[in-house]
């Protein structure tokens, strides 16, 4: 359910779906977001109305510093970098070559930002870091101590995005449905960079790179979920073996987030 924040578009509640079995996604417990700041003061207080407990920061180093979060007091901080083991070649950077369009379109033009994308999410599954944070931030979710809870990365569609659909894998929801769930990033996160956007494509720079780095398209997520297929083969396996959340780890996760679809869903 997108909540609608003019200063955090791509917030939303990751409850509701139906989970299988009869079961639905618990709503008001785990939500996704892109990073929060800046927050206005009215958006603030939307935040602190959800109860937040913790929120897991999948950036960078770099990122955190440069725009670090800006929450309701009393809030917990995780920092869980994603990317932390590797080097130079960061989201960040992308988004610092669009305010040079030549070199931008030099080096990401012609579908090689596609496959830059492509490369990061097959990388969500195999880089010792992301399986560190991911991991992190599943057994944290699982703690009713901890949430409600919220997650988020830069602009809350690749980091973020893969979170969410493994979770929500986990948790029985169909393919189809975390599919939808990950492109509404393109309603929710596209129109607050329209300005950054427009300006990089009146400067000349080829509007594929803008859709890339702002948005998101299915075989970026079809990558990550063909390399988790290749490597571990079902969304267990690589919770078990990738992860290291044995099979009690995740039905704990699922009992903790999912309900009967007749019960009330909210904590």
Excluded at 81 to 100: H, M, Q
Excluded at 131 to 145: I, V
Aim: proline share 6%; with cysteine; charged share 25%.
């Amino acid at each position: 359910m997108d909540l609608a924040l003019a200063s955090l578009p791509n917030l939303r509640d990751l409850g509701g779906h139906p989970a299988g079995d009869g079961r639905v996604v618990r709503a008001g417990l785990v939500y996704r977001s892109d990073q929060p700041n800046p927050v206005s003061p009215e958006d603030l207080e939307h935040l602190a109305a959800l109860g937040l407990r913790t929120v897991f920061d999948l950036r960078t180093a770099e990122e955190a510093a440069d725009r670090p979060d800006q929450l309701p007091e009393g809030v917990e901080v995780v920092v869980l970098d994603v990317f932390g083991d590797i080097d130079r070649s960061r989201p960040v950077i992308l988004g610092a070559l669009l305010e040079k369009p030549a070199e931008a379109n030099a080096a990401l033009g012609g579908g090689k930002v596609d496959s830059l994308l492509v490369r990061a999410y097959r990388a969500f599954i195999t880089l010792p870091s992301a399986r560190e944070a991911y991991r992190e931030l599943f057994l944290g979710l699982a703690d009713p101590e901890r949430l409600p809870a919220l997650f988020h990365c830069m602009t809350g569609k690749d980091r973020t995005g893969w979170a969410a659909a493994a979770l929500l894998t986990l948790l029985g929801v169909s393919r189809d449905a975390v599919m939808a769930d990950y492109l509404r990033s393109n309603d929710c996160a596209l129109p607050r960079y329209r300005e950054t956007i427009d300006a990089f494509l009146a400067a000349g720079g080829e509007r594929s790179i803008t859709e890339a780095v702002f948005g998101v398209k299915p075989e970026y997520l079809e990558a990550a979920f063909g390399e988790m297929e290749q490597v571990y083969g079902t969304i267990e396996r690589y919770f078990e073996e990738g992860l290291g959340i044995d099979r009690r780890g995740q039905e704990r996760i699922r009992e903790q987030l999912t309900a009967d679809s007749g019960q009330r869903t909210a904590p």
